[in-house]
Structure formats: C-alpha cells, structure tokens
C-alpha cells in the first residue's frame, strides 16, 4: 500500500470534510474524512454500506457520531427529508439549510 501524506483538508458546500492525499508516486488522493476515519478505527465499510452523521452534522466525525448502515436501511430511516418553499427540513422540522 502507498504510503499517505495529509495536504490539505477543505469542508464542501454539502459540510463534508475532504481530504487531500499525497502518495509516494506522487498523485493525489480525495477521501471523506468520515469514512477515513471510520476505516482506520472499525475497519472496512462492506459494499453497499455508507457511513451516517447521527446529528446530520457532516462536519462532526467523532467516531460517537458516526454509524455504518446499509444504503438501503440508510434511506428508508434517514431519508425523511422534507423540502417546503425551497428550505430543506430534518424529519424533527428542524431548518436546516436554503437548498436554493
């Protein structure tokens, strides 16, 4: 496995935490911060699974926060999105960001 050094670590305009990866060979890398972390501490995410933010903060990824689902419980427990007059809701109608 290339060996990894830590270049720079941006949020995106969705608050996910990216990293930037040097490799030895010289390329970059681009990896959620979440699911790095999630892999260095409780191994691999099987395929087909996704790594939720249990506060829906995308920033927040204490390894308490985080939980491994599949993509198919993930959607049908966390997809409860609403969206009214163009403001995303959480399932507590709890505002949450102008998706417009």
């Known amino acids: 496995m290339p060996k990894l050094k830590e270049l720079l670590t941006i949020y995106d305009k969705q608050g996910y935490v990216l990293e930037y990866w040097l490799l030895d060979n010289g390329d970059t890398k681009l990896i959620l911060q979440h699911r790095r972390l999630w892999e260095k501490h409780k191994g691999v995410i099987p395929k087909g699974y996704t790594i939720h933010h249990k506060n829906y ?25 609403w969206v009214k007059n163009g403001i995303r809701m959480l399932p507590s109608f709890q505002c949450v960001d102008n998706i417009y």
Do not use: Q, V
């Open 57 to 81: 903060n995308r920033g927040d990824n204490r390894l308490s926060n985080l939980m491994c689902l599949s993509n198919k419980e993930h959607t049908k427990r966390f997809h409860s999105i």
